[in-house]
């Protein structure tokens, strides 16, 4: 018999069991673990305390990431380890299907994604990055930069602040 009340251990199980299952859910990924299967696999081998996000920690993926998540298709891996997986598998890919995959696996840090991109206000509009922006105006992304970071020609950057060119940093 079950008690009435669940442990806070079990409470903690659930609520990952139902985060997981809603981000799968939301990729468009079927998940067909029961919260017992679920819990069972990972607490088998200690896995629970090893896992996470961060290196070296425990995920569940999917078996050559396809597939529904279900007991007979995942397997356990370390972030590291699925990162090269997928890499390696990515090689026979040809160079537009590549960036695809990287861009969906979360890998792809330029653009407007990347951690330095900041939005651009100019004649046209406001634009996330520099270079979308010295894109639109036909000049090169080094010329947006400059306006810019000079606030010319009604180029500014959307937050104001503006970074001294490396050459000038020093000084």
């Given at each position: 018999m079950t008690p009435p009340y669940p442990t806070e251990f079990e409470r903690l199980l659930r609520r990952a069991y139902a985060s997981q299952r809603r981000s799968a859910v939301t990729r468009g990924i079927p998940f067909l673990f029961t919260f017992e299967?679920?819990?069972?696999?990972?607490?088998?081998?200690?896995?629970?305390?090893?896992r996470g996000r961060k290196a070296g920690q425990l995920q569940m993926g999917?078996?050559?990431?396809?597939?529904?998540?279900s007991p007979d298709n995942v397997e356990c891996a370390t972030k590291e380890q699925k990162q090269k997986l997928l890499l390696t598998?990515?090689?026979?890919?040809?160079?537009?299907?590549?960036?695809?995959?990287?861009?969906?696996?979360?890998?792809?840090r330029r653009?407007?994604?990347?951690?330095?991109?900041?939005?651009?206000?100019?004649?046209?509009?406001?634009?996330?990055?520099?270079?979308?922006?010295?894109?639109?105006?036909?000049?090169?992304?080094?010329?947006?930069?400059?306006?810019?970071r000079e606030k010319r020609n009604g180029w500014r950057y959307l937050d104001g602040y503006a970074p001294k060119p490396a050459a000038i940093a020093g000084t």
């Open positions: 299967q679920w819990s069972e696999w990972w607490l088998t081998d200690d896995r629970w305390s090893r999917r078996k050559g990431y396809s597939g529904p998540y598998s990515l090689s026979s890919l040809s160079p537009e299907k590549r960036a695809e995959a990287y861009r969906k696996a979360g890998l792809a653009g407007e994604k990347h951690w330095q991109a900041r939005a651009v206000v100019t004649p046209l509009g406001t634009f996330p990055t520099v270079t979308a922006a010295a894109k639109a105006h036909g000049i090169a992304q080094p010329s947006g930069s400059f306006l810019a």
